[in-house]
């Protein structure tokens, strides 16, 4: 059997980052290339830019694909869904959907001119208004909200009890959230209500928070197949948390972020039974697109 040679700590010390430098490299000239073979090239609706769009299939790992029991089809749209980078500002396909139903529900500039980015919609008067909540980052689309007086950001962190951080980023936890009633027109979440213990608690202050009128623009991972929707996991009363299946962990945070409730096919009667019209854009979810995006406008 061979014997591997014993590599010096201050050796290893220089080439572990090198090495993973050069990994991370390789994967970057990799995803490039493979939007050139594959003409994926679009004027990004979000940055606007004309740039490359990186698909990832990496990004769906084999455990997830496991437990989901994901064909290769699907496993692909999921993994387009979450990729498909805009090279420029890295926006996902799931954030530049949620884009194009921002300049969809919301029209701005005449019709020889209407706005074609995010990047030109948030410039307008109109949008200037609107009061807007961001629930956790947006990949690409907050740096264009950024632009904007009235959004209010948030990204959770486990450890607060809400509101404006020491870092004045606020950490929002949806079940409990700081804002004052009818607040905003328009709340904005990309893949966290699933990651929220309580939803119902989390869909009451969604409906508190907006107008009547207001919109609340999200995606959500929908479980190919399931019907009805189900706890994965729950929270029990000394805050530990206990597994109804097997647990599933988004990446993210330092140790991920549990995945409390898998959608099914019911999703939109949840959102109506908590006080909103919904429609889904882009849908039903099918085996070449899992990237809805639902909008639920509070009546
Ligand atoms: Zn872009």
Known sequence: MARSIPIPPSLKRLLVPCWNQAHRVGWIAYDYLNAVVHGRFE????????????????????????????????????????????????????????????????????????????????????????????INLIDGVQDQLRKLARVAFSDYASDSTGGLGETEIRSEDLTRLSYADATFDLVLTSETLEHVPDLGAALRELRRVLVTGGRHIFTVPVLPGALRTFARSVIRPDGSIEDRATRVCHPGGDVGYPVFTEFGADLPELIKRAGFEIEVFFGPPSENDLAQVYVARAV
């Open 43 to 134: 004027r990004c609706i979000v940055c606007g830019r004309f740039r490359p769009m990186l698909y990832r299939r990496r990004v769906v790992r084999p455990r997830l694909e496991e437990l989901w029991c994901l064909s290769p089809r699907l496993a692909e749209a999921l993994a387009r869904k979450e990729s498909c980078d805009c090279a420029h500002c890295g926006a996902k396909l799931r954030g530049r959907r949620m884009a194009e139903i921002l300049l969809r529900l919301y029209p701005v500039g005449s019709p020889p001119a209407p706005a074609r980015s995010l990047a030109e919609w948030v410039e307008n008067v109109e949008i200037q208004a609107l009061r807007i909540a961001e």
